[in-house]
């Protein structure tokens, strides 16, 4: 029997520098997810798989992302808001 994985893609270096400009929205979320994947996964190296197979996150490249969870601030529940030029807020991210 094939292994099949619905709604996934194989990792791709492609996605990791994608062009044009990113909604702030988007790229809020796309850190807030990135978060909570390496929180419960709890191996950072699961970013870049989880960054290749998520189709909205691939348009966030991979280095923007690993750079605003760097600034995490630690104790506490935070979430990401303001697009790239935001910053880490006090409190559960609106969108989960």
């Known amino acids: 029997m094939p292994r099949e994985r619905p709604f996934l893609t194989e990792p791709s270096p492609q996605g990791e520098a994608p062009a044009g400009a990113v909604p702030d929205a988007l790229y809020d979320l796309a850190v807030n997810r990135a978060w909570r994947v390496v929180r ?12 290749a ?8 490249p991979l280095d923007a992302v690993r750079a605003a969870l760097s600034t995490y601030p630690g104790a506490g529940e935070w979430h990401w808001a303001g697009g790239p030029a935001g910053g880490w807020v006090p409190g559960r991210a609106p969108v989960p």
Do not use: K, Q
């Open 40 to 51: 419960s996964v709890g191996r950072p190296d699961a970013l870049a798989a989880w960054h």
């Open 53 to 60: 197979r998520t189709r909205f996150a691939r348009r966030v």
